[in-house]
């Protein structure tokens, strides 16, 4: 009998570690420090204003923010102890409050760490929310894979829960940034090529791209390593409120998160199922 994750609408933490602040994130004593904060400063200009950049425009820039060294980590656990080993992957680490960048994320990773209790199915589960996403092409992806992992032949399944991937669509408009009541279509779930069935059956209901091969964020240093069974969701790069302070909780909701939390566990039960096949 599939079960729901209804629990998930009074699961919704803020990430465990954001910050308007800038950070530079020691790795460990095994993994060489690259490059994150060098001598030429780097900005992020809005598209608007890339004019001023064409024209020889001469502009100030104020920065009113801190460079700081500090520790960040990773966050990871197990549950069961089968031969082959489950990952479910999500980023904790992000600017400001970023509730529709990270929420999702981190509400379905802890939704299905309790449904995994709960169903004792026959793998080694391995959950893993990693930090310092932002720095060093995903800091905290390169220290999992160089200290925690099973070997890629181990693995069965890789679920990356990724960026943005239930929330509200948004449209600029002459008057600004409107809020649209429907979730964002166009979101992605992208998996290797053969989980097409089980994506197809349990997306069949929700609005999403399908990206069947490709794979985006984090998941994309792991495919490097070799990892090539995986499943991963990924909102749209056009989400007008996306690394702002504007970006809080009001860009998502219980019920987004439900419906693809439900997909996510479906996707999941679908793909398991066939080892259970004669």
């Known amino acids: 009998m599939r079960t729901s994750l209804k629990s998930l609408s009074k699961v919704a933490p803020k990430p465990l570690f954001s910050s308007p602040t800038m950070w530079l994130v020691k790795s460990q004593p095994s993994i060489p420090r690259r490059a994150i904060a060098g001598a030429v ?12 950049l064409k024209d020889g425009s001469k502009a100030s820039l104020t920065i009113r ?17 089968g031969d082959k ?13 970023c509730g529709g960048e990270r929420r999702p994320g981190i509400a379905t990773f802890n939704a299905l760490a309790k449904w995994v209790v709960e169903q004792k199915l026959p793998y080694k589960f391995i959950f893993t929310g990693n930090s310092g996403h932002e720095l060093a092409q995903h800091q905290g992806t390169h220290i999992f894979l160089h200290e925690k992992t099973p070997n890629p032949e181990d ?26 009541p429907e979730a964002d279509p166009n979101r992605i779930v992208y998996y290797s090529g053969d989980f097409a069935q ?5 997306f069949k209901n929700i609005k ?13 240093v792991a495919q490097q390593k070799g990892y090539s069974r995986f499943i991963g969701l990924v909102g749209t790069a056009s989400f007008a409120l996306f690394h702002t302070p504007l970006d809080d909780a009001s860009t998502t909701s219980p019920k987004l998160l439900e419906e693809m939390a ?10 398991l199922a066939r080892d259970r096949q004669p």
């Open 85 to 97: 080993a489950i990952i479910i992957s999500t980023p904790i680490s992000g600017w400001f409050t």
């Open 41 to 52: 400063p780097v900005v992020q200009l809005a598209p608007k204003d890339l004019h001023c």
């Open 208 to 220: 999403i791209n399908k990206a069947p091969g490709k794979a985006y964020g984090e998941l994309v």
């Open 155 to 180: 693995v069965r399944l890789w679920f990356h829960l990724g960026a943005s991937f239930a929330m509200y669509s948004y449209a600029e408009t002459a008057n600004g940034v409107e809020k649209r």
């Open 198 to 202: 089980p994506i197809g059956e349990a």
């Open 262 to 271: 439900n997909a996510v566990k479906e996707a999941i039960e679908l793909e």
């Open 65 to 81: 923010g801190q460079l700081g060294e500090v520790t960040a980590r990773n966050i990871q656990g197990t549950i069961g102890s």
